[in-house]
């Protein structure tokens, strides 16, 4: 299985998401696990809106042109 383009700016979308989560809790100076793990999740539940809204419709538009 090759990778496609698609393949790696969702590997980077998702790094993104990570590394936003992160370095919110750092900024914070929030230790706690949970803590994190909620902020994590806001923070994916706003990132996959914007994916879905925003990215996802160009992705499946280069999709169709590669065909």
Do not use: C, H
Request: proline content about 3%; overall charge negative.
């Amino acid at each position: 299985m090759q990778p496609r383009s698609t393949d790696v700016t969702v590997l980077f979308y998702n790094y993104a998401i990570v590394l936003t989560a992160g370095y919110t809790t750092m900024q914070i100076d929030i230790d706690s696990r949970w803590t994190l793990l909620a902020v994590g999740f806001v923070f994916a539940l706003f990132w996959t809106g914007y994916f879905r809204i925003s990215i996802f419709p160009k992705l499946v538009e280069d999709d169709e042109e590669d065909e």
